[in-house]
């Protein structure tokens, strides 16, 4: 969340066999596993972290592909796929030999399209 709030980079939350309304009020299994730990400075860090990423839109296992775990994930990737289609990836021409391995990696990522 951090380097969304820096850096202006997405995150996209997977709530994974957990509500995110329990994520962003920190009720059930997550208050309890803040309520274990001593360390108040990092807590407070994860709280504050877990609310703001439980407020994005993102994907909830429960509400998603019918609770498949495979099709959540090809949604995600297909998603994301489309997301990074839009991103300009400028090359440095200092850096000798990344063309080609930029390009290796951008069709990687456009499984099936």
Same mark, same amino acid.
């Given at each position: 969340?951090?380097?969304?709030?820096?850096?202006?980079?997405?995150?996209?939350?997977?709530?994974?066999?957990?509500?995110?309304?329990?994520?962003?009020?920190?009720?059930?299994?997550?208050?309890?596993?803040?309520?274990?730990?001593?360390?108040?400075?990092?807590?407070?860090?994860?709280?504050?972290? @877990? =609310?703001?990423?439980?407020? *994005?839109? !993102?994907?909830?296992? #429960?509400?998603?592909?019918?609770?498949?775990?495979?099709?959540?994930?090809?949604?995600?990737?297909?998603?994301?796929?489309?997301?990074?289609?839009?991103?300009? @990836? =400028?090359?440095?021409?200092? *850096?000798? !030999?990344?063309?080609? #391995?930029?390009?290796?990696?951008?069709?990687?990522?456009?499984?099936?399209?």
């Amino acid at each position: 969340m951090e380097c969304q709030r820096v850096t202006e980079q997405i995150a996209y939350p997977v709530f994974y066999d957990v509500d995110p309304s329990e994520v962003r009020k920190q009720l059930g299994p997550v208050g309890e596993a803040f309520a274990r730990h001593n360390n108040k400075e990092e807590v407070r860090k994860w709280r504050e972290a @877990l =609310k703001d990423a439980a407020c *994005l839109a !993102g994907w909830d296992l #429960r509400n998603t592909a019918d609770g498949h775990e495979a099709k959540l994930i090809n949604k995600i990737v297909e998603d994301i796929s489309l997301e990074l289609r839009h991103i300009n @990836l =400028k090359i440095d021409d200092n *850096l000798v !030999g990344m063309e080609s #391995r930029i390009k290796d990696i951008v069709s990687s990522l456009e499984m099936g399209v």
